[in-house]
């Protein structure tokens, strides 16, 4: 009998090729291996799907880490993938198993009417191909910050632990023991500080100052804590406009009834994206 498996031929194969933002950097080791400008993307499989639908595998992002490498051969780990690529491989893996064309109903903000319109996501995926990560924020004249994308374990961890923290906020609300209230409410604002300072810590590959380079990641944690505010605000800044810039651009659009412009916005998000 031979080892080889007559149906083989019949597996799914690439539909599309795409090229990475990052140009394959920000990778661990390992974790990627193949060429970033001509990476393969093949449709999800039945399981994939069912995968994509599970609401618990989903909420700590491990069925979008089992597509991802399911249908890139070329990632290895899934977890290890920067911001930069993620919603990239999302897109691709949607065009590649439903095609190019999002439909998207909205209701027109000027007359109410309803309207049926179609998003296509090859734009997105050439739109996030020409962005550039800006990896270096200049504080002053002798401070530089390097800076790195998150993983994508990276981002669901963070996500996952201020989703917690909010909603204990928004318990701590319905607490009637006031002192009760004053002390949790006052726990989970420490909490959230403590978090944004741990993103800020990943965030940041090395401080320059001068030509004297800081790595240790505990002088830098003391730093965050203990710089003014003007310069963690500049940080923050600086953070939050490398995000924006990485999510998925506006199509202008126009009402079928009363022709009035409005814009559509494709949410990414695995549990309306993938249905
Ligand atoms: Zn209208």
């Not at 999302?90 to 309803?114: F, H, M, P, V, W």
């Not at 002053?140 to 390097?146: K, M, R, Y």
């Not at 500049?234 to 810039?245: P, R």
């Not at 202008?252 to 494709?266: L, S, T, W």
């Amino acid at each position: 009998m031979s080892n080889t498996n007559p149906l083989q031929q019949y597996f799914r194969q690439p539909k599309i090729f795409i090229s990475l933002p990052s140009k394959g950097l920000y990778y661990a080791s390992g974790s990627f291996q193949g060429d970033y400008n001509n990476v393969p993307i093949m449709s999800m499989t039945g399981m994939d799907e069912i995968l994509m639908k599970t609401p618990d595998a989903l909420f700590n992002g491990e069925a979008a880490f089992k597509v991802i490498e399911s249908c890139c051969p070329f990632v290895k780990n899934a977890r290890q993938i920067p911001s930069t690529d993620v919603d990239t491989f999302l897109t691709a893996i949607r065009i590649a198993t439903y095609g190019n064309i999002l439909n998207i109903s909205q209701d027109c903000k000027q007359c109410g009417a309803e309207n049926d319109y179609e998003f296509d996501l090859q734009n997105t995926v050439t739109y996030f191909q020409n962005l550039r990560f800006i990896n270096e924020i200049k504080i002053d004249d002798t401070l530089t910050i390097s800076i790195r994308p998150l993983s994508y374990e990276q981002i669901n961890y963070f996500g996952l632990e201020n989703f917690k923290l909010q909603k204990t906020v928004a318990q701590a609300y319905n607490i009637t023991d006031e002192e009760e209230k004053i002390r949790i409410t006052d726990q989970v604002f420490a909490d959230l500080s403590e978090l944004q300072l741990a993103l800020y810590l990943a965030s940041i590959e090395q401080v320059k100052i001068n030509n004297q380079i800081v790595t240790d990641q505990e002088h830098i944690y003391e730093w965050l804590k203990n710089m003014d505010r003007d310069v963690f605000n500049l940080i923050k800044s600086k953070l939050e406009a490398n995000k924006s810039q990485w999510e998925i651009s506006e199509q202008p659009v126009k009402c079928g009834q009363c022709e009035a412009d409005n814009i559509i916005k494709p949410i990414l998000d695995q549990t309306n994206f993938f249905v």
